[in-house]
């Protein structure tokens, strides 16, 4: 090839010391990894580094004015390349149109058939259910677990602001539902020993169900709903268990109602602490909550975490910097280096003052703090 190169130039009347010259690029521009051009052209360090020649004009005599010509070019097959990717769908070059509107045809994933729970006791569908209060008297209400369901399914969505006390709510819920999983499924365990003992001795005792259990439709909108559900039909069967051991002379009655009110308190205890995230992080003045606003103190923003620290007291430097994050979110917030980099030097500055102020952040307000007992 190179051969076949110097033989043109030469009957081109060209030196071969300048041939090299005329076959390199005489164009010089910024270049960047990730461009979408084959010569790595960077349309934005481009723009910068051109941005006081635009300014000033554009003239065609400044010696940089073909550099502006490759930059308009260069945008105008950007956008061409945006728009022929734009209309396979995003799909590969070699996919038929065919293909492409099957894609846009597609619907989205929906559930083959209805989800239903099915319970058998009233506590759990009390559970489930709550209660309001009634009228004309001072009984304090219930809160179920639909109020709830729904309340998570708020916090969910908050976590799309990048909401740090969202976060810290979920991750709080979640690990108290767990707690109380772990509790209900160690005294089932238990239970189910005692009635398989029992059987190997020669009495098959069978376990309470209701002669008429009630299924309930689903039709949870987030993904905590369907873990609301999860724990009440685990709390169902508990409470199936310990009455069977109850009527079947394997606990008292006190023994009994001491497990149950045990259960029922902390699985209320967990509700009426998310629910109360729920409330004031859903209020018009709240709702913009954000991480950046640890970063722009100042007017509304400083107002926002002014209140999220009277509220519920600082927020954990391990949830701030995402190190700790709740099963599900709708995070979809991309930083930059530098954005990344003050936001780790506020979750830094959080965490310093954990380890350096123990009293006073032990003393923050408590986040289920007057939160009803059942």
Avoid: C
Avoid at 67 to 91: I, K, T
Avoid at 232 to 249: H, P, S
């Amino acid at each position: 090839m190179a051969t076949t190169l110097q033989s043109k130039a030469a009957v081109a009347g060209i030196a071969p010391a300048n041939l090299q010259a005329l076959l390199a690029p005489t164009l010089q521009f910024e270049t960047e990894a990730e461009s979408p051009f084959s010569d790595g052209y960077s349309i934005d360090k481009e723009t910068a580094a051109l941005s006081k020649f635009i300014a000033g004009g554009a003239k065609e005599s400044d010696p940089l004015y073909d550099r502006y010509v490759e930059l308009l070019d260069r945008r105008e097959r950007l956008a061409q390349m945006q728009a022929e990717h734009a209309e396979r769908g995003g799909a590969d070059v070699l996919a038929q149109r065919s293909d492409v509107m099957g894609l846009e045809a597609l619907g989205g994933l929906v559930d083959e058939s209805s989800d239903q729970m099915t319970i058998h006791t009233i506590e759990a569908f009390r559970m489930f259910l709550g209660r309001a209060r009634e009228p004309g008297t001072r009984n304090a209400p219930i809160m179920g677990g639909k109020r709830v369901a729904s309340a998570l399914k708020n916090l969910w969505q908050l976590t799309q602001n990048d909401n740090p006390y969202a976060d810290w709510a979920l991750v709080r819920h979640e690990h108290g539902v767990n707690e109380v999983l772990q509790h209900l499924r160690s005294e089932i365990k238990v239970a189910e020993a005692e009635l398989d003992a029992m059987r190997k001795r020669g009495l098959s005792l069978a376990v309470l169900s209701s002669s008429s259990p009630q299924v309930v439709n689903l039709g949870f909108r987030s993904p905590y709903g369907y873990a609301i559900s999860m724990l009440i039909v685990e709390y169902d069967y508990f409470v199936r268990i310990q009455k069977t051991l109850q009527r079947k002379n394997m606990k008292t009655d006190e023994q009994a109602r001491a497990a149950l009110g045990k259960v029922s308190r902390a699985i209320l205890n967990v509700f009426y602490g998310t629910t109360r995230f729920d409330r004031w992080l859903s209020q018009a003045d709240m709702r913009a909550l954000s991480r950046v606003d640890w970063v722009n103190q100042e007017g509304d923003a400083a107002k926002r975490v002014h209140a999220a620290l009277e509220i519920f007291g600082p927020v954990p430097s391990a949830i701030y910097k995402g190190d700790i994050a709740p099963s599900h979110s709708r995070r979809r917030y991309s930083l930059s280096e530098a954005e990344r980099a003050v936001l780790l030097d506020v979750g830094g500055r959080l965490e310093a003052a954990e380890h350096g102020e123990a009293g006073a952040v032990s003393a923050a307000p408590d986040a289920n703090a007057g939160a009803p007992t059942a």
